[in-house]
Structures are given as C-alpha cells and as structure tokens.
C-alpha cells in the first residue's frame, strides 16, 4: 500500500508506476484505492464511474478499469455537501459531518468485498492511501488508509513529496501520530520528486531512518513532462494570464490560443491534457473577460455544479465575454459546458441547483437535470464533413459520457457527432449541437481530445478559421502516454529497493530483459 504524508505527494502515480513496474514482470495486478475524493471520473466497461486516477492506473497494469478498483468515490458539490458514488452509481448526497459520523461504517462491507473481488482474481493489488494516514481528527472513521492497510494485511511504502519543502518533517509527524501498532504496518519510506545532488540529502535520509527505525527504499527524482493526469486541481499548471499574453505573437506560425474557464466546480480537468501537449496550442485555465477576449478558442468544460457556475460565470462578467467572443471568434462546450451554452437548464428534482435558469442561448437546446446518470463510453464519428466553417475528413471520434442532464434539441438542430455505444452499433443516437454560424459546438463527450484524429483535425481547423498555418508537428497522444507511463516506470525502478517491495508480496525480484539491455549498455559506455 502506497500512504501519502500528505495529498499531491504523489501517491497516484506512484501506484500506477508500480502497477505497471509489476505488469512487465508478468504478474497480473490491479490498483484499489476505497475511498477517492475527486472531480476526476471516468467510465468503465460496464458505463460504471471510478475515479479517473484509479483507471490510469488499470491502463499502467494493463486490464480494464473495474468499479471494485474505486468503490467509493465523493464529488464535492459545494455548500459542504457531496455527492457520493458508491460501486459506480450515485448513492446520495451527504454533508462531511454526516458522512463520517455516520455512512462510512455503513459502506465498509462494501468495500471490503471489492478488495475481496481483486484480491481473488489479481497476484499482487497496489492500494493507494487518501491524504494522510495521520488525520487524527477524521482518523476513528477512515477507511482509506490505515483501516483498509490492515484488512489487506498490506505493507505498507509512507511517502513524501520535497518538492513541496518540509519532507522530514512531514515523514517523522506522520509516523509519530500513528499508534505503536499502526507504525508497524508502515515497513519504509520514500522520498518522492527530487531535484538536484542526490548527496546533499543523505544525512537528512540516515537522521530520519535512525530517527523512526524503518529504511528509506529509494529517493525518486523529478520526472518532467509527463502527460499523465493528476488526481485533483493541485496538479492543474500554473500558468498566469500575463505570461500566456507576453509578446503576443502575430506571425502565422504562432500558437493557437485555448483559454479554458476554470469553473469553481471544475470537473474532468483532465479533458485538456492532451490538448496542452501539442506544440501548436499555449492553453489557459482562465478566470478573466481579459483572457476570454485575447483568446483564439473559448472552452466551457465540465462542472459537477452546472448551474452554481453558470451564476458564478455570470457575477463575473464572463457570460457577457462568451458571447460578445462567440459572434467573430470560436467557443466550445464540454458536457456541463454544452448544457451553459444551451437556452434553459431546468432542475426539478434539485439535484444540483433548484428551478430553472437561463443559459448563454448560444446553441438551439434546452436541459433538464434528472435523477439517473448517464454514464458510458462511445465511439462516433463527426456529423457534418466541416468544422468551424473548415471542411474537414472522415473524422473519428471516441470519449465517455458522465452527465445528470437530458438534452432536448430542436428539429432543425444540427448535430456534433452520430455515436454507438462500445458494445456494438445499435444504440447509436446524436450527440452535441453546432450553432448556425458555425462559430459554436457542444458536446456530451469527455476526453473527446485524445483521440488523435480528432484533435488534429480541431487544430487545423481552429487554425485555418484564424488564418493561421496548419500545425507543423501534431503528437500521438496514447504513444505518448505509453512513453510516459514506461519511463515513469523506469524511473521509479531505478529509485527503489525493488527487491523489498517484491518481497513485501512474496515474489521473487529479476531484473527484466530490458533494464538488464540497459545496464549492460551503460557499463560498456563507461
């Protein structure tokens, strides 16, 4: 089991480096994590919704994302409130005092028949902590941490993040407000995300290990330009306003400025990453009527509070902004987004925001929030031969939809995308609208981005609207995950005691074939 002394250290992708460090040494494993609080979900199979950290890691191990990886997941709605998704569907909506005073007991079976499930079925199971194991205000009725280390019988890795300063301190308090026999689960540390001479931090590393008697299994560096997502918006990149608009360039050549509204109640942030890899795009989360009016596209993405945001948009001027941009420029809506930029958004059941309000009137569609989510996964193909007034080809689409709201659409309404359901082609149904001008699109369809035929196709045709010149370089997103995941992987094989872990799990350590490549290569080049 990964513990974390705190959130952001990195625990999510140190369990998927390790899913996958384990994968290539032939073992059948899979990630668990009970208890997730994210905005951040994905679709299963099964159209079931887990945390989207949780299916990463299913795709480092290799198998296929399954509910008992992430039985629990809570989405903060606000007003101290969240919606809770118990085995991917929601269970209720509860306050935080509420939840751990009084459910998480109640949904403990639960969990522990979903460890049951991947433990039978799995050789190794890498859980993943939340937060901090040491939060002894919430500690009574955790079940993330040192409860689920001690049904699993897990050994247990604590790590820190030094990137963030304060990382002996934060191993030492951690372990020192565990109880003598909670301490004992806790087998080692590591020091995550280093930069600089691995030297230098050597006496800190003997201090702490004399310190809690327990060995540091490696000190991991720094592992740059990763497109692999984050688990929460500590991971989003900071990139001011001033610096994406420093030295505007105005030669044909230039970036395609993205400015995406960072809603209060950002969902699926994750949706863009794919997007921000691309040489051709410098992309903005964005809060200001500023950046709205100096970008080239505007994205309204998803919102776990749709209406709340769209209020929210609406004291800040940004409506206005959206419009006045959509009448000569382009704008885009994600889910949520697509529901904003519709006439009406009408809640009669209050699942997220009582009555009914008005939306940007940007696109010919009216939603109705209603108590079933829609969640599953969708391949489709583009609707029209155009985009943005571009023409383009036969064009590929593929995403998962996870969204509350039923959207009506006029007759006359022309649709984003005709999609089938994964399973096979008899569902197909139309998805999204495009505004008359053309200027306009929404769409249900979250990580619509990473299909690569997709997004390049968007670029060129965002482009050409603006009289800029196709994109000269265009990447292979799932290449470039695969590349990142494996050199994740190496990464953190080279900074552990591999052997250790593999012996925390009863299995023999080998190096494999390539790492042993690696070496030799090395040694004859010294």
């Known amino acids: 089991m990964v513990l974390g002394t705190s959130s952001h250290v990195g625990k999510s992708l140190l369990t998927a480096a390790l899913c996958r460090i384990f994968a290539q040494h032939g073992h059948r494993v899979a990630p668990f994590k009970s208890q997730n609080m994210s905005l951040n979900s994905a679709a299963t199979i099964e159209g079931l919704e887990i945390g989207r950290a949780q299916a990463l890691q299913a795709e480092a191990a290799g198998v296929a994302p399954s509910v008992h990886m992430n039985p629990i997941l809570i989405k903060p709605s606000g007003g101290n409130s969240s919606q809770v998704v118990v085995r991917g569907k929601i269970w209720g909506r509860v306050t935080a005092a509420e939840y751990h005073q009084r459910r998480v007991e109640e949904l403990l079976p639960i969990v522990r028949e979903s460890y049951n499930a991947l433990a039978a079925e799995y050789d190794v199971v890498i859980l993943e902590g939340a937060g901090s194991p040491a939060e002894i205000n919430l500690k009574q009725h955790d079940i993330a941490n040192i409860r689920m280390a001690e049904m699993a019988d897990a050994r247990c890795l604590l790590v820190g993040d030094i990137d963030r300063g304060g990382v002996f301190a934060s191993l030492l308090g951690t372990l020192e407000l565990l109880e003598p026999k909670e301490r004992e689960l806790v087998r080692g540390f590591a020091i995550n995300k280093f930069r600089g001479d691995a030297s230098l931090l050597e006496p800190g590393v003997h201090t702490i290990e004399d310190r809690v008697q327990k060995p540091c299994l490696g000190v991991i560096p720094y592992v740059h330009s990763l497109v692999l997502e984050e688990e929460d918006s500590l991971g989003l990149p900071v990139v001011t306003q001033a610096q994406w608009t420093s030295g505007l ?183 999204g609208c495009v505004s008359i001008d053309m200027h306009v699109f929404g769409t249900y369809l979250h990580g619509i981005f990473d299909e690569d035929s997709f997004r390049h196709q968007f670029l060129r045709a965002a482009r050409s609207f603006h009289g800029l010149s196709a994109p000269r370089d265009l990447h292979l997103w799932k290449q470039l995950r695969e590349d990142s995941l494996n050199r994740l992987a190496r990464t953190v094989e080279d900074a552990l005691d591999m052997e250790m872990i593999f012996d925390w799990v009863g299995l023999p350590y080998k190096k494999t074939a390539s790492e042993i490549h690696s070496h030799l290569r090395e040694g004859t080049a010294g």
């Open 249 to 431: 360039d105005r030669s044909s050549h230039r970036r395609l400025r993205v400015a995406v509204i960072a809603l209060p109640s950002f969902s699926n942030f994750t949706d863009f990453d794919s997007l921000r890899s691309e040489a051709s795009v410098s992309l903005l989360f964005c809060r200001t009527a500023e950046a709205i009016a100096q970008a080239d596209v505007v994205i309204v993405p998803g919102s776990k509070q749709t209406v709340d945001d769209l209020l929210w948009m609406r004291s800040q001027g940004l409506d206005v902004a959206i419009q006045k941009h959509a009448q000569t420029s382009l704008v885009v809506g994600i889910c949520g987004g697509m529901q904003m930029l519709g006439e009406t958004i009408t809640d009669p059941l209050g699942m997220e925001h009582d009555g009914t309000v008005a939306g940007l009137c940007l696109l010919p569609i009216q939603t109705t929030m209603q108590a079933d989510k829609v969640t599953r996964n969708v391949k489709g193909k583009m609707a029209a031969a155009a985009l943005f007034g571009q023409s383009i080809t036969d064009c590929q689409l593929s995403g998962y939809e996870i969204h509350i709201g039923q959207t009506s659409y006029q007759s006359e309404t022309t649709h984003f995308a005709v999609l089938f359901s994964e399973r096979g082609t008899a569902d197909t149904s139309k998805d």
